[in-house]
C-alpha cells in the first residue's frame, strides 16, 4: 500500500502513513495531543482541522457538520479524513490544548505512618572467623534495631544488588523496609530523604504530587492531559474502545502508564531529584481508568449489573506495571466502590472524613458520570449520575472543555459580559458558562420552566429586553448568542441554542435525581445537610447561585455549598502518607451503601421531574 507524508503545522511535524490512515490515527502515532471529544466517532464535530495543500472533497458527514464557507477554506474533521495524499495540515488554535487542570485543594490534619521506613545499618563485615552469609549478617543488624528473624525477607531484585552494595558503601547501608521486607538497600545513610508520589487519574487529566513520605511535604506537582482522551472522551467511550478494538485494552493501559513515568520524570527534575528515590506511588481513579490500569478488561463495569473486577486495596509491584521508580518500589491503588463509584470517590470520602462527620453531608463530584454521596458518621449512601457530556462541553454546539479560549462565566449585567480563560477572543463555552446563561435565562424568564426559549413578546420581565438583539433563530431553532462571529477566535458565532438546553437538562436532571433519591434512601430532606461539598474541576469553577437556578443542587443549599478542589488528589496523597488512611479507605468503600439509581422504583418519573428548572 502506498504511504503519505503529512505535514503537521505549526511545528511542521512530518509523518509518513500508509493511505487510507485517518488524520487522527496520523496524529496518535505522531504523538500530537488533540482532543478528540467523541472518541473520534464522528459526532461532535470538534476535531476541525485545516488542509492547506492535498484538500480533497468532503465526506458527507463532514458536509453536514461543518458550514460550507469552512468547507471551502479546506476544514475537515481529523476523525473522518483519511490520507490519499500528500497534505499540508494546519491544526486548531494550540492554546485551546492547554487544559486547565485542578490540582489545588483542602488539606487536612493527619498523622504521618509511611508504609516504607529506612533504617541506616553498620553490617559487619565478614571474616575468616565469621564466615556467614551477607543476607545472614544484614539480617543480624536488623534484628538489632528490633525486627523480628523469622518473618524477614527480600526480593531477589534486593538480593541481586546485596554484595555490590555491602562491598561498595564500606558495609554501611541503608535498608529500605516494607513491612518485614527488605524492599531495598542503598549506600550509606540514605534515612534523610523517602520520596511517593500520589496520583489522581481522571478520565480527562493526570495529576501527580511528589512528596517527601517523612515530612510530608509536597515538592513538586505535575499534570497532563490524559493521553486516552485521544480514544475517547468519556468512560463510556474508553470501555468501548477497550473492549471493541484491537489490542483496544493495551493501547489504553500503555496510554496511561507511559503518562504516568513521564509525569513521574518531570517531577523528580523540578526538584533535581531522582525516580529511584521514589518507593511508592498512589493511586486514585474511577473504576475504568482503575481496571485499565491495571490490565483488566473492563465490561464487566459496561453490563448491567455493572460490578467492578475488584473493590479491595491492592499493593503491586511498581516494575510488574513498568512504572519507573526504584526497582523495588510499590503502587497503592485505592478501592473501589462500584462499577461506577470508583477508588477516587473513595479519595475523595476520605479526604473530606464524611464517615467521621457528625454532621450529614452532601459530597458532589459533576462530571460525565457524576458521583454523589451522601452522609455521615452513621452511614453513607452513594450513586453515579449519567450525566451524559454537556458539563465537559461535548454535545454543545459552542462547547468545549474548560481551557484556554473558553467562556466560563457570563454575566447579565447592563449589557451581556462574559470572562475567557486565559483572556483574548473567545473560542466557544465550557460548562460553567452554560450553566451561567441558562440560569441567567431562566430568571430572566427567557427560559420557562421547562425549557423552552420564548419568544421576546412572550418575555414579560422588562429587564429582559436589554438582551432582545441576543436572541436569534439558528438552524431553525431559538438561540441566545453570547459572542458574534467577528470578535471569536475562530470567526463563527459563539451560542446556546435550544437543542444545547435540553441537552443540559437531561444533565442536571440526572445528578439532580440523584441527590433527591438519595435523600429519599436516607431518609432526610435537603434542608437537613449542612454543607455541600463539590469536588473536582467543574464543581470548583461553576457559580453556584447558577447551579441551584438550574436545579442542579437544591436551593435551599445555595449557602452551604463549599468547594473543596481536587478532593480526590488529597485523598490520593492520604493513602500514600499514611498505612492507616490507606486503610480506612477499604473500610470506607466497604461501608458505603451503593444506590442503582436505574432500578429504583421512581427513577423515570424523578428524572423527568429533575429536568425541569426551579425559579424562585
Ligand atoms: S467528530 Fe471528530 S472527534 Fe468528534
Same mark, same amino acid.
Not at 488539606?107 to 563485615?125: A, I, N, S, T, Y
Not at 432582545?468 to 463563527?492: C, M, P, V, W, Y
Given at each position: 500500500?502506498?504511504?503519505?507524508?503529512?505535514?503537521?503545522?505549526?511545528?511542521?511535524?512530518?509523518?509518513?502513513?500508509?493511505?487510507?490512515?485517518?488524520?487522527?490515527?496520523?496524529?496518535?502515532?505522531?504523538?500530537?495531543?488533540?482532543?478528540?471529544?467523541?472518541?473520534?466517532?464522528?459526532?461532535?464535530?470538534?476535531?476541525?482541522?485545516?488542509?492547506?495543500?492535498?484538500?480533497?472533497?468532503?465526506?458527507?458527514?463532514?458536509?453536514?457538520?461543518?458550514?460550507?464557507?469552512?468547507?471551502?477554506?479546506?476544514?475537515?474533521?481529523?476523525?473522518?479524513?483519511?490520507?490519499?495524499?500528500?497534505?499540508?495540515?494546519?491544526?486548531?488554535?494550540?492554546?485551546?490544548?492547554?487544559?486547565?487542570?485542578?490540582?489545588?485543594?483542602?488539606?487536612?490534619?493527619?498523622?504521618?505512618?509511611?508504609?516504607?521506613?529506612?533504617?541506616?545499618?553498620?553490617?559487619?563485615?565478614?571474616?575468616?572467623?565469621?564466615?556467614?552469609?551477607?543476607?545472614?549478617?544484614?539480617?543480624?543488624?536488623?534484628?538489632?534495631?528490633?525486627?523480628?528473624?523469622?518473618?524477614?525477607?527480600?526480593?531477589?531484585?534486593?538480593?541481586?544488588?546485596?554484595?555490590?552494595?555491602?562491598?561498595?558503601?564500606?558495609?554501611?547501608?541503608?535498608?529500605?523496609?516494607?513491612?518485614?521486607?527488605?524492599?531495598?538497600?542503598?549506600?550509606?545513610?540514605?534515612?534523610?530523604?523517602?520520596?511517593?508520589?500520589?496520583?489522581?487519574?481522571?478520565?480527562?487529566?493526570?495529576?501527580?504530587?511528589?512528596?517527601?513520605?517523612?515530612?510530608?511535604?509536597?515538592?513538586?506537582?505535575?499534570?497532563?492531559?490524559?493521553?486516552? *482522551?485521544?480514544?475517547?472522551?468519556?468512560?463510556?467511550?474508553?470501555?468501548?474502545?477497550?473492549?471493541?478494538?484491537?489490542?483496544?485494552?493495551?493501547?489504553?493501559?500503555?496510554?496511561?502508564?507511559?503518562?504516568?513515568?513521564?509525569?513521574?520524570?518531570?517531577?523528580?527534575?523540578?526538584?533535581?531529584? *531522582?525516580?529511584?528515590?521514589?518507593?511508592?506511588?498512589?493511586?486514585?481513579?474511577?473504576?475504568?481508568?482503575?481496571?485499565?490500569?491495571?490490565?483488566?478488561?473492563?465490561?464487566?463495569?459496561?453490563?448491567?449489573?455493572?460490578?467492578?473486577?475488584?473493590?479491595?486495596?491492592?499493593?503491586?509491584?511498581?516494575?510488574?506495571?513498568?512504572?519507573?521508580?526504584?526497582?523495588?518500589?510499590?503502587?497503592?491503588?485505592?478501592?473501589?466502590?462500584?462499577?461506577?463509584?470508583?477508588?477516587?470517590?473513595?479519595?475523595?470520602?476520605?479526604?473530606?472524613?464524611?464517615?467521621?462527620?457528625?454532621?450529614?453531608?452532601?459530597?458532589?463530584?459533576?462530571? *460525565?458520570?457524576?458521583?454523589?454521596?451522601?452522609?455521615?458518621?452513621?452511614?453513607?449512601?452513594?450513586?453515579?449520575?449519567?450525566?451524559?457530556?454537556?458539563?465537559?462541553?461535548?454535545?454543545?454546539?459552542?462547547?468545549?472543555?474548560?481551557?484556554?479560549?473558553?467562556?466560563?462565566?457570563?454575566?447579565?449585567?447592563?449589557?451581556?459580559?462574559?470572562?475567557?480563560?486565559?483572556?483574548?477572543?473567545?473560542?466557544?463555552?465550557?460548562?460553567?458558562?452554560?450553566?451561567? *446563561?441558562?440560569?441567567?435565562?431562566?430568571?430572566?424568564?427567557?427560559?420557562?420552566?421547562?425549557?423552552?426559549?420564548?419568544?421576546?413578546?412572550?418575555?414579560?420581565?422588562?429587564?429582559?429586553?436589554?438582551?432582545?438583539?441576543?436572541?436569534?433563530?439558528?438552524?431553525?431553532?431559538?438561540?441566545?448568542?453570547?459572542?458574534?462571529?467577528?470578535?471569536?477566535?475562530?470567526?463563527?458565532?459563539?451560542?446556546?441554542?435550544?437543542?444545547?438546553?435540553?441537552?443540559?437538562?437531561?444533565?442536571?436532571?440526572?445528578?439532580?435525581?440523584?441527590?433527591?433519591?438519595?435523600?429519599?434512601?436516607?431518609?432526610?430532606?435537603?434542608?437537613?445537610?449542612?454543607?455541600?461539598?463539590?469536588?473536582?474541576?467543574?464543581?470548583?469553577?461553576?457559580?453556584?447561585?447558577?447551579?441551584?437556578?438550574?436545579?442542579?443542587?437544591?436551593?435551599?443549599?445555595?449557602?452551604?455549598?463549599?468547594?473543596?478542589?481536587?478532593?480526590?488528589?488529597?485523598?490520593?496523597?492520604?493513602?500514600?502518607?499514611?498505612?492507616?488512611?490507606?486503610?480506612?479507605?477499604?473500610?470506607?468503600?466497604?461501608?458505603?451503601?451503593?444506590?442503582?439509581?436505574?432500578?429504583?422504583?421512581?427513577?423515570?418519573?424523578?428524572?423527568?421531574?429533575?429536568?425541569?428548572?426551579?425559579?424562585?
Amino acid at each position: 500500500m502506498n504511504e503519505h507524508n503529512v505535514v503537521f503545522q505549526p511545528g511542521n511535524v512530518v509523518v509518513a502513513v500508509q493511505e487510507g490512515s485517518t488524520l487522527k490515527e496520523t496524529m496518535n502515532d505522531a504523538g500530537l495531543a488533540f482532543d478528540f471529544l467523541c472518541g473520534g466517532r464522528g459526532t461532535c464535530g470538534k476535531c476541525r482541522v485545516r488542509i492547506t495543500r492535498g484538500l480533497t472533497s468532503p465526506l458527507t458527514k463532514e458536509e453536514e457538520m461543518l458550514e460550507a464557507n469552512e468547507l471551502n477554506e479546506g476544514f475537515r474533521l481529523a476523525c473522518l479524513t483519511t490520507v490519499q495524499h500528500d497534505l499540508i495540515v494546519e491544526l486548531p488554535n494550540q492554546k485551546s490544548l492547554q487544559h486547565n487542570i485542578l490540582i489545588a485543594s483542602e488539606e487536612r490534619v493527619f498523622q504521618l505512618e509511611p508504609h516504607f521506613h529506612k533504617v541506616f545499618l553498620e553490617v559487619d563485615k565478614p571474616s575468616r572467623e565469621a564466615q556467614s552469609s551477607d543476607w545472614l549478617r544484614l539480617k543480624e543488624s536488623l534484628i538489632q534495631k528490633g525486627y523480628q528473624d523469622r518473618a524477614l525477607g527480600a526480593s531477589i531484585s534486593v538480593l541481586r544488588q546485596m554484595p555490590d552494595v555491602l562491598r561498595g558503601a564500606n558495609h554501611q547501608i541503608t535498608a529500605v523496609m516494607y513491612e518485614s521486607n527488605v524492599a531495598g538497600i542503598e549506600l550509606r545513610d540514605s534515612t534523610q530523604t523517602m520520596l511517593g508520589m500520589a496520583f489522581d487519574i481522571g478520565t480527562t487529566t493526570i495529576v501527580g504530587y511528589l512528596l517527601d513520605l517523612y515530612s510530608g511535604e509536597e515538592l513538586s506537582v505535575v499534570s497532563t492531559l490524559n493521553p486516552q *482522551t485521544s480514544y475517547g472522551a468519556d468512560v463510556i467511550s474508553r470501555l468501548t474502545f477497550a473492549g471493541h478494538e484491537e489490542n483496544g485494552l493495551t493501547k489504553l493501559q500503555d496510554a496511561v502508564i507511559e503518562a504516568i513515568n513521564q509525569l513521574i520524570s518531570q517531577a523528580v527534575e523540578k526538584v533535581s531529584l *531522582t525516580k529511584s528515590q521514589i518507593y511508592g506511588i498512589s493511586i486514585a481513579g474511577n473504576t475504568c481508568m482503575h481496571h485499565i490500569l491495571l490490565g483488566i478488561n473492563p465490561q464487566s463495569i459496561a453490563v448491567s449489573p455493572y460490578v467492578p473486577a475488584l473493590s479491595e486495596t491492592l499493593v503491586l509491584d511498581a516494575s510488574e506495571l513498568q512504572i519507573n521508580i526504584n526497582p523495588a518500589g510499590k503502587v497503592f491503588m485505592l478501592p473501589n466502590i462500584a462499577g461506577f463509584v470508583g477508588a477516587d470517590t473513595v479519595a475523595v470520602l476520605l479526604s473530606t472524613e464524611l464517615d467521621r462527620s457528625e454532621d450529614i453531608k452532601l459530597v458532589i463530584d459533576i462530571g *460525565t458520570n457524576g458521583e454523589i454521596a451522601l452522609g455521615s458518621r452513621e452511614k453513607i449512601v452513594a450513586c453515579s449520575a449519567a450525566a451524559g457530556p454537556a458539563f465537559e462541553g461535548a454535545q454543545i454546539s459552542s462547547g468545549m472543555r474548560g481551557a484556554v479560549g473558553a467562556i466560563d462565566h457570563v454575566y447579565y449585567r447592563d449589557t451581556l459580559e462574559y470572562s475567557v480563560i486565559g483572556g483574548g477572543e473567545p473560542l466557544g463555552i465550557c460548562g460553567s458558562a452554560l450553566l451561567d *446563561t441558562v440560569a441567567g435565562l431562566v430568571e430572566l424568564g427567557i427560559i420557562n420552566k421547562r425549557g423552552k426559549i420564548l419568544d421576546l413578546e412572550q418575555v414579560t420581565n422588562p429587564a429582559a429586553q436589554r438582551f432582545k438583539e441576543n436572541l436569534i433563530q439558528f438552524e431553525g431553532q431559538g438561540a441566545f448568542l453570547l459572542a458574534d462571529s467577528s470578535i471569536t477566535g475562530h470567526g463563527r458565532a459563539i451560542m446556546i441554542t435550544q437543542s444545547d438546553i435540553r441537552e443540559l437538562q437531561m444533565a442536571k436532571g440526572a445528578m439532580a435525581a440523584g441527590v433527591r433519591i438519595l435523600l429519599e434512601t436516607y431518609g432526610i430532606q435537603a434542608q437537613d445537610i449542612k454543607e455541600v461539598l463539590l469536588a473536582g474541576a467543574f464543581g470548583n469553577y461553576l457559580t453556584p447561585h447558577s447551579a441551584c437556578v438550574i436545579g442542579l443542587i437544591p436551593f435551599e443549599l445555595e449557602n452551604r455549598i463549599k468547594m473543596i478542589g481536587n478532593a480526590a488528589g488529597t485523598g490520593s496523597k492520604l493513602a500514600l502518607l499514611s498505612s492507616s488512611e490507606f486503610r480506612r479507605a477499604e473500610a470506607i468503600a466497604q461501608g458505603v451503601k451503593f444506590v442503582e439509581l436505574g432500578s429504583y422504583p421512581k427513577f423515570n418519573k424523578i428524572f423527568g421531574e429533575c429536568t425541569y428548572f426551579t425559579i424562585n
